[in-house]
T-cell receptor, first 113, second 112 residues
Framework: GENVEQHPSTLSVQEGDSAVIKCTYSDSASNYFPWYKQELGKGPQLIIDIRSNVGEKKDQRIAVTLNKTAKHFSLHITETQPEDSAVYFCAALAAKGTYKYIFGTGTRLKVLA | SAVISQKPSRDICQRGTSLTIQCQVDSQVTMMFWYRQQPGQSLTLIATANQGSEATYESGFVIDKFPISRPNLTFSTLTVSNMSPEDSSIYLC?????????FGPGTRLTVT
């Protein structure tokens, strides 16, 4: 079945450094890839997304890149701050018209002050 | 975007009992979803709930255990029935709007 692999499972960076989280998906029909940030005790929050017709999207310190040929996409956070510390989940829309999302296993990001 | 609230935010329940979780959205949406997130784990879809039709359950989840209601376009409930300690999880409601999915704050359930 459809699968999304996410790496690394944990990531520690110094404040001000960059963080990169990578995901690989299996369903070549997937065309929408959101990223979620989940802080302790809260629900996942949509932070950025990318559709299959573009290769990169930026929003301030956050960017996402997509390589459809290789079936992988990545989240890039620059100039990290302590408030970026959270669990990040990638996801892929499983198939057109189903609205079913397949989630990665999550990355716990710690930004060290 | 959509603003989603859930009640209760947390509960501790005895095994064998049932708990109904409510999900309220600030706008009308067609697609609502219920997820389970076990401690430290990713999100697993339980079912999709569309207004006016029966919920569609994912493999491993059945209606007798997780009955869902969807009486209108802004509200849904998920019941966790005959609970066991293995049901201890965070239960999340989410909605699809304009091709984006948004989540509620979750209900943290502990079964003793």
């Amino acid at each position: 079945g459809e699968n999304v692999e996410q790496h690394p499972s944990t990531l520690s960076v110094q404040e001000g450094d960059s963080a990169v989280i990578k995901c690989t998906y299996s369903d070549s029909a997937s065309n929408y890839f959101p990223w979620y940030k989940q802080e302790l005790g809260k629900g996942p929050q949509l932070i950025i997304d990318i559709r299959s017709n573009v290769g990169e999207k930026k929003d301030q310190r956050i960017a996402v890149t997509l390589n459809k040929t290789a079936k992988h996409f990545s989240l890039h956070i620059t100039e990290t701050q302590p408030e970026d510390s959270a669990v990040y989940f990638c996801a892929a829309l499983a198939a057109k018209g189903t609205y079913k999302y397949i989630f990665g296993t999550g990355t716990r990001l710690k930004v060290l002050a | 975007s959509a603003v989603i609230s859930q009640k209760p935010s947390r509960d501790i329940c005895q095994r064998g009992t049932s708990l109904t979780i409510q999900c309220q959205v600030d706008s009308q949406v067609t697609m609502m979803f219920w997820y389970r997130q076990q401690p430290g784990q990713s999100l697993t879809l339980i079912a999709t709930a569309n207004q006016g039709s029966e919920a569609t359950y994912e493999s491993g989840f059945v209606i007798d255990k997780f009955p869902i209601s969807r009486p209108n376009l802004t509200f849904s409930t998920l019941t966790v029935s005959n609970m066991s300690p293995e049901d201890s999880s965070i239960y999340l409601c989410s909605v699809e709007t304009r091709y984006e999915q948004y989540f509620g704050p979750g209900t943290r359930l502990t079964v003793t």
